[in-house]
């Protein structure tokens, strides 16, 4: 029980560290796309949370969560979380920077709740049978 608990802990800090990394690609992107070629909000942030999307799912399914399982089944899943999430934050995102909202607090603000929410649905329904099957596997 204890050792379950430890396990999802790292498991927290693991996918914590990564989704940073994920976020400072998702910033970087998104300062290059709106402040040097000034890209409209909602196109800077679609393009910058594609590059985010793929990092995330590529380095956590592979560290984080140790899931040998089937790799399309799970990038399906994580395309169904992004089908719902995506248009609605491209939409509050747009409808808050046009009422003048600063388009950083908005991404981090959006950032924060994709977080919390894409851990969430990572870890019980993309890997939720499958964590550690990479591990088991190989022993």
């Not at 940073?20 to 949370?49: D, K, N, P, R």
């Not at 995330?56 to 992004?82: D, E, H, Q, W």
């Amino acid at each position: 029980m204890q050792s379950e608990r430890k396990n999802e802990i790292i498991r927290i800090i693991k996918f914590t560290i990564f989704s940073i990394s994920a976020g400072l690609i998702q910033l970087t992107s998104f300062t290059i796309m709106s402040e040097v070629f000034h890209v409209t909000y909602w196109s800077s942030y679609l393009t910058a949370l594609i590059l985010s999307i793929i990092w995330n799912f590529t380095i956590n399914r592979k560290f984080t969560f140790k899931s040998a399982n089937n790799v399309p089944i799970a990038m399906m899943k994580v395309l169904g979380y992004y089908a719902v999430f995506t248009p609605l934050s491209t939409w509050w995102g747009d409808v808050l920077t046009k009422a003048s909202w600063n388009e950083y607090l908005v991404l981090g603000g959006t950032m924060l709740i994709n977080f919390i929410t894409e851990f969430l649905y990572q870890r019980f329904i993309v890997f939720g049978n499958s964590i550690e099957s990479a591990v088991s596997n190989q022993e």
